[in-house]
């Protein structure tokens, strides 16, 4: 009977050790494997990897610009793109880096092309319920990020960036010279405005400036600036001036030593104008002399304004010999501005001063936010400016007006200006401004 029940004991224990081992050989391998299956590839790496070699290996770079959303950015389109990823990494094989996402706990990752960091995407985990699903949140390009282009053309031509055509509002800065002070009231001489818009740095901006008459006019480029200026043709003096020119300066140069007279000087300056009359009333450089010569005679900057109005500099030396027979060396170094008066040319104004000098009006835009309050141009020669006048938040006090600057996901604001009690920025001595936006930063209320 023990015997008997022994076996029988035995025979359970053989069964239960039986189904435990078919219940452990279909876990491994009926339920585990897969699940290890699905786990490993449920893995950042392998979801990184198959994203790469979809978008990047080879590189599909029509889809990368649908998945980075880049149209309507300043890349020049989605077939102007392909083209420009095309070229810039022909013959270099990209290649995957892990890098970090900071504390989110997403994964993010580089694509480089050499030591340059073409693109990156981010993964991002959807998994539920403790499970782990990695998928792609985000593409973002950084070969060819945003950068400014500027262009310097004369006033009333038309500039093109790619193709588009800039609005008044890119705009930044309107350039004038000091010729406008020696001019008549309603006569403006040339001005410069200079354009600054967004484009992508992945291939260098296509720009085109049209004048008044829709001719495209020759460029020249400054790579450091990344600046294009726009050549205007330059007018020359006909001879009929050039002489008015050469005959003002000289006699101006001989009345200074009394070897003109003022008729000779009526010859060639208006005798209603100021500067006929400072000639005659200024002191006289040399009285006793025995002759003079004048030599390096050089006419520049000329500059028509209208069909009876012109101007130039005047550059010569004169040697004037004394009375005891040596020589005394003087410079005339003048701009003469001449208008028609009784059918001819006669000189109305004479400076020294460098008329070319620039008067720069800088743009600055004013933001509250989102919300642009307007802007204003400041002049290079004014000491002050009056921003909008904005509210401060409940709580808080406005601080100044701030610059805004990016880098990775923070934003910096750094206070540039801040307005005196009657609202008026003032300017410190020689400084110089420069196009930008500024926004209204506050601060906690003392």
Known sequence: MKREKKSIFYKVLLAILLVLLLVFCYIRFGLLRPWLTRFEAAQPKHTSQEIFQTLFSPADWGRVYDEANLDGTVYQGREGFIQSMEELTAGQELTLVETSAGLSGDRRYI???????????TLVN??????????LDSVEMLLGQTGTVTVRAADGCRVLVNGAELGEDCQVQRIQTAAEHYLPQGVSGPRTTVWQTQVSTIRQAEVTVLDETGASLPLTYDANTNCFTAQVPQDQPSEEERSMLLGAAKSYAKFMIRQSTTAQLQKYFDSQSQIYQTIRSSEIWIKNTSGHSFENESISEYCRYSPDLFSARVTMDMKVRRGNGTLKPYTVDSTFFFHKTGGSWRAFEMTNMDVQKEIVHTRLLFMNGQEALGHVFVSSGDRSFTPPAVTAPQGQRFAGWAVRENSGNSVTMTVRFQPGEDGTVTLPEDHSLEPMTLYAAFEAAK
């Open 111 to 121: 694509v480089k092309a050499g030591s340059d960091s073409v693109a990156a995407f």
């Open 126 to 135: 959807k998994g539920q319920d403790g499970e782990t699903a990695w998928q």
